[in-house]
């Protein structure tokens, strides 16, 4: 059996009838820009994740840089970030001229390490970015005291996270200020690049919405310089009628969880992740752990298995951070598990015949790659 690492045509038919009325509204009205929709599912993102604001934009990259931006993050400051997360929390630092101190992060969890934050702490630093990795909630509730005692800011990067909690609270509400990306694959897709940033503070709500506006809140008066990151429109409708669905749809991803872990449990070589203690996860990767990690994932595709790796290779070991000095061997436990980590197929669609073959897949492949 062939089986997709994602299905966005699933979760696109579901919800096809109820977007596409507005979208030949929208071509007919050409109301292609802000407008009633993108208002009211800022509105509705809010109520959903606990916040006073949700300002939506251009894509989640610019959410981290704005963000940072909001809380006063300048060029040459320090953001202190995991070394096992996606570029773009990097670059978001990097746009604005500031350096990404990269720390690693846990051996359970594969989340920042509060005490290598710590540790990484100079009178230099701004700010933290705890990234919900994989659809977890980072121990925020652990970096407060640290972001306390140093007055630096928490920038939660929750791209990943749409519905994850902790016992501290829903992802995206924990910190000062929040980011998150709708790319079409995550828990909360749209049709295309979109973001949000998410507060309670509303100064930083407006200074986002003016930045991200050309520094304009009234047309043609400038206030600052800023850039061009807006929530099309036309995204708007789809991640209304995403959104109306998300608490099913990360059940879904649950049970498909606990499915892999029990038929995963008794396989020799295969290490299944665990939840942290408070988290109710929303498993936007399901990410096992094997060794000869490369063999595997060729004998997955070879058998039609859509297994994916997120992400093979660490931060600080990428060309384009070669400028920050980090060398192999600094970030042990982060480098360890980008040789082994490996994602499954993880989506609210995936059936329990398809888990199955992947699972079979997953036994033989591991067993031919051990001897």
């Known amino acids: 059996m062939s089986v997709p690492f994602l299905d966005l045509a699933a ?69 202190v970030i995991p070394a096992n997360t996606f570029i773009a929390t990097a670059e978001a630092a990097s746009r604005i001229g500031a350096v990404p101190v990269l720390v690693d992060v846990d051996a359970e969890h594969l989340l920042i390490d509060p005490a290598a934050v710590e540790a990484a702490v100079t009178e230099r630093t701004r700010a933290v970015v705890p990234v919900h990795l994989y659809g977890q909630t980072a121990p925020v509730e652990d970096l407060r005291p640290i ?77 600052r310089v800023g850039f061009n990151s807006r929530l099309d429109a036309v995204q708007a409708p789809v991640l209304r009628a995403k959104l109306r669905r998300l608490d099913g749809w990360n059940k879904a991803r649950r049970i498909a969880a606990d499915r892999y872990a029990e038929l995963l449990a008794d396989v020799p070589g295969v290490r299944v992740p665990t939840s942290r203690a408070g988290n109710e996860d929303v498993w936007h990767l399901y990410v096992v752990q094997v060794e000869e990690r490369d063999l595997v994932l060729a004998e997955l595709h070879q058998a039609g298995i859509g297994a994916a790796l997120h992400y093979p290779t660490p931060l600080h070991l990428t060309a384009a951070y070669a400028h920050l000095g980090y060398t192999a061997g600094q970030f042990p436990v982060t480098e360890a598990a980008a040789g082994r980590i490996l994602s499954l197929p993880m989506f609210p669609h995936l059936r329990e015949e398809q888990q199955v073959a992947v699972a079979d897949a997953l036994t033989a492949a591991v067993g031919r790659g051990a001897r």
């Open 11 to 79: 979760q696109s038919a579901e919800i096809a009838d109820e977007v596409l009325p507005t979208w030949q509204e929208q071509l007919l009205s050409a109301g292609f820009v802000g407008g009633s929709e993108v208002a009211a599912f800022e509105s509705e993102y809010a109520a959903y994740i606990g916040t006073r604001h949700v300002v939506g934009v251009g894509n989640g990259t610019d959410a981290v840089e704005l963000a940072l931006r909001a809380v006063g993050v300048r060029a040459g400051d320090e953001v």
């Open 147 to 223: 972001a306390n005692r140093h007055g630096l800011a928490i920038v939660e990067d929750a791209a990943q996270s749409q519905g994850a909690s902790s016992s501290a609270g829903m992802a995206g509400a924990l910190g000062r200020v929040a980011a998150t990306s709708f790319y079409p694959g995550k828990n909360l897709g749209a049709a295309g690049d979109a973001g949000a940033v998410l507060t309670n503070d509303p100064e930083v709500a407006a200074f986002v919405r003016n930045v991200a506006a050309h520094g304009s809140t009234t047309k043609y008066v400038h206030d």
